[in-house]
């Protein structure tokens, strides 16, 4: 139960500010994700807490007291490094073994939790080589069985998949979360990969040029991102964005919107929440409209539906088997992906109308904050 | 086939003026020595020299001041390349980490090396000189020695100077080469180690020499090779003095200095295959460590 807490930090490399202010709280016993784009400070922040950089002004609590100070050794937390950063010149086995012999554990005690590692892993045929002789998945499961056999405080995870392959993947990423289960520590999880983030995480830490754009478990994060950068971040594909300007409020809870194809749809905004934002809200401003493929069908023909439906034409399908993502033109100039399950034939070319229900609509100002969140689902 | 034999024939082509080269700076000379050891050729008059054998050998083997020369000159390796490179290690790992002025000091400590052995043993030479030399002078200043000593006259004193000249002059060249190594190791593999928990003595003793080690042994072999043909140094320094005389100053005193050019030569062949023993050795050492990780 190790909950790490990072109060202000920043940190400046050379008068390059690297980290922005990040307040963050990691709760103990559960798996927090941090993603981001490439260079926004993923791997620093990592570095940070197991103590390997030393933060710029801000302080770093483990467990509640201050470790600032603290040589990476006295905060008893383990790190997977992006580039694996095995010993080249130790067999498998010794790679995970070291930190336990440093330790002095015993030798049974150490062949038994390497073997269990390993096993676990899958890496427990190759224990006699050396890392130039592994592939580079390989390596990487190596560098998780090292971290893994001291049973320590925290584990810090940079990237530790990104170089298997999609089934090996799936897979560890399953491991992974029995460890996660099995081991019951708390774990920070760097990853590229919003499947890995979503299905791994119980919270999810999304980074931009250094600071926190939203930090919230993953149905939080789908459901009521933020803002624009988020809602592109979290799904897969990404949520379509459309243009659309306000027409006028009907009440102070409904907006009445115009997408640029013409189509009008009704959008409840809660407006009380809004008022301070009034100037944005005028009859006129311009608004984005966020809608999931997974949330547009396709318009049936014989079956009238009430809501909004957008004309278009087929130019791509990206057909996965079970499911297709067919990529729309609109008139206008706008695209949108289209997830669409059952019979998956769809020609280039061929018109297709979709419909999209005002409620599975994000509403982002122009800018680019969003104007509300999605209803929670209901637990059933 | 064709193709294939045109292609060898181009490559002989372009590799003919090197093989010329090598041919006469390193195999004629070589060739010539080992001829002139087997015949006894005076300087004045090398072409009329007469087939000997191996006379030149036998009279090597029982010459009891040719021993001498080997044990000195054997000696002279085994003292000062470990100094050199324990010295040179520690430079090394001090101008690894990163402070303020480690430009200058990189530069700075190159010196020694910088100047040519000549120049370097003659100026040692007149610091330690056992009348007017200004270490003798500082010293006995100092109180540390009662009076001046004979630094370069005695037998044992002036193998222990050639020594500590030759360490002064070449830790350099040492904490380099090793410097490089250090630069080239992977930075993060300490990082892992230093989150895992280890020591910082323990990661010198168990990550970085493990993974200097390939450097440190080329740094070795190249120092003992030019230790085992040390000349200048000990020639400028203790010249004519027997107790410090190195296997080429014995070939030099009896090829130019009694012009028995036959006698000198097969001297020059022995000191060469010395240099051959020691080079096998060491590759043998080291195969494992140098070629296992290629
Ligand atoms: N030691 C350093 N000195 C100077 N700049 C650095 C240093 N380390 C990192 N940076 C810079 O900090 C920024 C963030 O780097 P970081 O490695 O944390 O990114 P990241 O989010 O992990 O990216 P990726 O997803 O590609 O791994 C980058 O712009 C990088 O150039
Ligand atoms: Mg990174």
């Known amino acids: 139960m190790t909950t790490i807490v990072l109060k202000d930090v920043t940190k400046s490399f050379k008068d390059h500010p690297i980290i922005n202010g990040v307040n963050l709280t990691i709760e103990g016993n559960a798996c927090t994700a941090l993603v981001g784009p490439s260079g926004c400070g993923k791997s620093t922040l990592l570095r940070l807490i197991c103590g390997l950089e030393e933060p710029t002004t801000g302080e770093i609590y483990v467990d509640g007291s201050c470790v600032n100070r603290l040589p990476p050794v006295a905060r008893g937390i383990a790190m997977v490094f992006q580039s694996y950063a095995l010993y080249p010149h130790m067999t498998v086995f010794d790679n995970m073994a070291f930190a336990l012999k440093i330790a002095g554990c015993s030798k049974t005690d150490i062949a038994r939790r390497v073997q269990h590692a390993a096993k676990t892993l899958k890496v427990d045929h190759l224990l006699d080589r050396t890392p130039k002789q592994l592939s580079g998945g390989q390596r990487q499961r190596v560098a998780i069985g090292r971290a893994i056999v001291r049973h320590p405080k925290a584990f810090l995870f940079d990237e530790p998949l990104s170089n298997l392959d999609a089934a090996l993947r799936l897979q560890m990423r399953y491991e992974l979360a029995r460890l996660k289960a099995e081991l019951n520590t708390t774990m920070v999880y760097v990853t590229h990969d919003q499947g890995e983030a979503m299905t791994l995480a119980d919270t999810i830490v999304i980074m931009r040029e250094g600071a926190i754009e939203q930090q919230g478990t993953p149905l939080e994060l789908y459901r009521s991102p933020k803002n624009l950068f988020v809602a592109s971040f979290i799904g897969s594909p990404t949520m379509n964005f459309l243009h659309a300007i306000i027409v006028a409020w009907q009440d102070d809870q409904h907006l009445n919107i115009r997408l640029r194809s013409g189509e009008t749809l009704v959008v409840q905004v809660p407006y009380e929440a809004l008022k301070w934002k009034e100037s944005l809200l005028e009859e006129g401003s311009e608004l984005t409209v966020g809608i999931r493929p997974e949330n547009l069908t396709e318009a049936s023909s014989r079956r009238k539906q009430a809501g909004t439906h957008l004309k278009g034409r087929v130019s791509l399908v990206e057909n996965l088997g079970h499911e297709a993502y067919v990529y729309v033109s609109l008139p206008v100039g706008e695209h949108v992906k289209v997830r669409l399950t059952g019979n998956c034939n769809y020609a280039i070319g061929r018109d297709i109308s979709l419909f999209l229900r005002s409620e599975d609509c994000h509403i982002f100002d122009s800018n680019g904050e969003a104007m509300r969140g999605l209803k929670e689902i209901p637990l059933c | ?294």
């Open chain 2, 1 to 294: 086939m064709q193709q294939h034999s045109s292609l060898s024939k181009t490559a002989w082509l372009f590799m003919t003026p090197c093989l010329l080269v090598l041919f006469v700076v390193a195999a004629w000379p070589l060739l010539r020595t080992f001829m002139l050891s087997l015949t006894n050729a005076r300087l004045e008059d090398i072409t009329h020299a007469q087939w000997i054998g191996s006379a030149n050998f036998r009279d090597l083997f029982v010459d009891a001041e040719w021993w001498g020369a080997v044990t000195n000159t054997l000696l002279f390796a085994a003292f000062s390349v470990p100094c050199e490179a324990i010295l040179g290690l520690m430079i090394a790992l001090v101008l690894h980490k990163t402070f303020k002025g480690r430009g200058l000091l990189r530069a700075a400590v190159l010196v020694p090396w910088a100047i040519p052995t000549i120049v370097s043993a003659r100026m040692w030479g007149w610091m330690l000189h056992d009348v007017y030399g200004i270490i003798n002078e500082l010293l006995v200043r100092l109180g540390a020695i009662a009076a001046p000593l004979p630094w370069t006259a005695s037998p044992t004193l002036s193998f222990v100077t050639i020594v500590l000249v030759d360490v002064w002059k070449t830790t350099p060249f040492m904490a380099l080469l090793l410097l490089a190594g250090l630069q080239a190791l992977p930075q993060d593999c300490f990082e892992a180690a230093l989150v895992d928990g280890v020591s910082r003595k323990r990661i010198f003793f168990r990550i970085t020499m493990p993974l200097l080690r390939p450097t440190l042994i080329i740094a070795l072999i190249f120092r003992t090779l030019d230790a085992l043909r040390v000349f200048d140094l000990v020639y400028i320094l203790s010249s004519g003095d027997s107790n410090t005389e190195t296997m080429s100053i014995y070939a030099r005193r009896h090829f130019v200095d009694y012009a028995n050019v036959g006698y000198g030569s097969a001297a020059a062949v022995c000191l060469f295959f010395v240099v051959a023993l020691v080079t096998v050795f060491y590759i043998n050492m080291g195969r494992r460590n140098i070629l296992g990780d290629a």
